[in-house]
């Protein structure tokens, strides 16, 4: 597709809420990089550092913070104590946009899971997988669903990373019940290539990718750790933090790596046997293109986790097991029991589609 004469930008905009969000942002990203669109990113914390490491030629700006952690394993707790903070940014939010406008005219919106980015008479795209809830309580459910909705309306188009109906990922949390704003399923996004897994010799037994906020990633980092240290073979950890490892850390006998760009982080996935991560939805998605076995270790307390490896069981080469339960040399005997399930697989042009297909009904819109 040829570059439009509108030179106006685009902002694309990611919440930071560990790396995923930004994660499956990048490959949208790319796509409108290669049909040369202006661009303006924005996000915050480590979210800002994986685009500043994917784009560095691009005008990244610092979005106000959502200050979201995990002190409780009751998920509802941690967002009650949040919800003012939330607000807030969302508010800061709007008024960052607004001011970005002021200097800058946009020509559209793209919002990764940011509900205070949009703009009155701007096409404005909300990029979400939750429109609907699927925890254990119906009155929270239903609030969430509301909350959704309520925050959703005013945005011009909903895009879902995933396929709609049966061969959905994220199950039934990418249900939605409302004719308005209508939604669009673009089908699973990841930074990662597509690729066979078994093509490459593998040169590391298992590959362990933490993500997600404070302090449930510390927390995840020193049980690994340990059990790593225990477990024969060649391991690597990534850490997903620029942050210094500790002191007080033994010496380990694994190989120890900080944030990555994707091409590194790839590379590593595809020579390894198996992968240790969080059952997140980016997360998933990036198991679907890279095809490698995983042990999916859901956040304590998060429902949305919790609920994603259990109904994925069966649908790819990937099994679960709780943190406080965690027991990797069990997984690692007996992963080639589970690794047998064959998952749906993408085409790889799920974001070149989804793009061209915006791009034609943006001045539409």
């Not at 707790?77 to 939330?86: A, F, G, H, Q, R």
Request: glycine share 6%; with cysteine.
């Amino acid at each position: 597709m040829k570059p439009s004469g509108d030179q106006r930008p685009i902002l694309f905009a990611a919440l930071n809420w560990g790396m995923g969000h930004a994660s499956r942002s990048v490959p949208l990203i790319r796509e409108l990089q290669r049909r040369q669109i202006p661009l303006i990113l924005g996000s915050d914390g480590v979210a800002a550092e994986l685009l500043r490491a994917e784009f560095p030629d691009l005008d990244i700006r610092e979005l106000p913070s959502y200050k979201v952690t995990y002190p409780s394993r009751n998920i509802y707790i941690n967002v009650l104590k949040s919800v003012w903070t939330i607000l807030l940014a969302i508010l800061a939010e709007r008024r960052w946009v607004r001011s970005i406008h002021r200097q800058t005219p946009l020509r559209a919106v793209i919002s990764d899971n940011r509900y205070g980015l949009r703009l009155s008479g701007i096409p404005s795209i909300l990029i979400t997988h939750q429109l609907h809830f699927n925890g254990p309580w119906a009155w929270a459910n239903r609030i969430g669903e509301w909350s959704v909705r309520w925050w959703a309306r005013r945005f011009t188009e909903i895009w879902v990373p995933d396929w709609a109906g049966n061969m959905s990922l994220s199950g039934g949390m990418a249900t939605w019940r409302y004719t308005s704003p209508p939604v669009y399923y673009l089908g699973p996004l990841s930074r990662f290539p597509l690729h066979q897994h078994g093509v490459i010799q593998p040169e590391n037994d298992i590959i362990a990718i933490l993500s997600g906020p404070e302090p449930q990633r510390t927390s995840f980092e020193q049980i690994l750790r340990d059990q790593l240290n225990a477990l024969e073979g060649r391991h690597l950890m990534v850490r997903g933090t620029r942050d210094a490892v500790p002191a007080h850390w033994p010496e380990a006998s694994f190989e120890v790596m900080d944030l990555l760009p994707a091409e590194a982080l790839n590379e590593l996935v595809s020579r390894s046997t198996m992968q240790i991560s969080r059952s997140g939805y980016s997360t998933v998605m990036d198991l679907a293109y890279s095809g490698i076995p995983a042990l999916m270790i859901p956040t304590p307390g998060q429902i949305e986790q919790e609920y994603l490896a259990v109904y994925l069981l069966g649908k790819g080469p990937w099994c679960f097991q709780n943190q406080d339960d965690l027991d990797i040399r069990q997984a690692w005997t007996t992963r080639n029991q589970w690794a047998l399930d064959q998952p749906n697989r993408p085409s790889g042009q799920e974001a070149s589609q989804a793009v061209d297909s915006f791009l034609q009904r943006l001045d539409t819109l």
